[in-house]
């Protein structure tokens, strides 16, 4: 999906990129390497360099994972760009705690997460550039009141971190982009 092409197109522009995914399908059923891993194929193929990590995001120390494998392999984070995502689940008077949690945990959770793990890296180096990626679902979708919560909270997220980060050269933006994924 969106992960993928931003990650392929980064690599083609010659940065170094962890690609991260859990391998779960759409409905998070089953679980495998094999998304992350593919696009790291992709990219060793067309020249450029990328390592795989299939921590989730959701949890604070998994993600933490994710930011060590980069700093690991690169020795360094000079842009994040969380896009991590699972479909939102069905109307609120359907939607059970766990479906609500879970959208939650991945998108706005996970970009609390990961950036917490990555912001001390930008600090000491002055420099970084973290992309959250929001949607124009957090305007308001019937059906996907998660989805939108989370969405639209990574705006505000953006706007705080834009300006705890900024004396250290850190660019905070959320994003709105559109497409047809494997989600949809």
């Known amino acids: 999906g969106i992960g993928r092409a931003l990650a392929l197109l980064m690599a083609s522009e010659g940065a170094a990129i962890v690609v991260n995914d859990l391998g779960a ?3 998070g059923s089953e679980t495998g ?9 992709e990219i060793a193929d067309s020249g450029g360099i990328a390592v ?3 921590h989730s995001v959701a949890g604070l120390e998994s993600a933490g994972e994710n930011v060590r494998t980069a700093v690991d392999a690169f020795g360094r984070v000079a842009i994040l760009c969380h896009a991590a995502a699972i479909p939102p689940a069905r109307m609120v008077f359907n939607m059970s705690e ?9 998108h706005l959770y996970g970009a609390f997460n990961v950036v917490r793990h990555t912001a001390p890296h930008m600090i000491a180096q002055e420099y970084g550039r973290i992309i959250l990626f929001a949607s124009s679902s957090g305007l308001g979708a019937a059906g996907q009141a998660n989805y939108s919560s989370a969405k639209e909270g990574m705006v505000g ?3 705080a ?6 004396e250290y050269d850190i660019s905070v933006n959320a994003i709105y982009p559109g497409a047809l994924t ?3």
């Open 25 to 27: 399908t759409v409905d």
């Open 52 to 54: 795989a990590s299939h």
């Open 33 to 41: 390497e094999s998304p992350a891993d593919e696009v790291v194929r």
């Open 98 to 106: 766990e479906e609500w949690d879970g959208v939650l945990g991945t």
């Open 161 to 166: 971190l834009s300006r705890e980060l900024a």
């Open 182 to 184: 494997r989600m949809l």
């Open 157 to 159: 997220f953006a706007r």
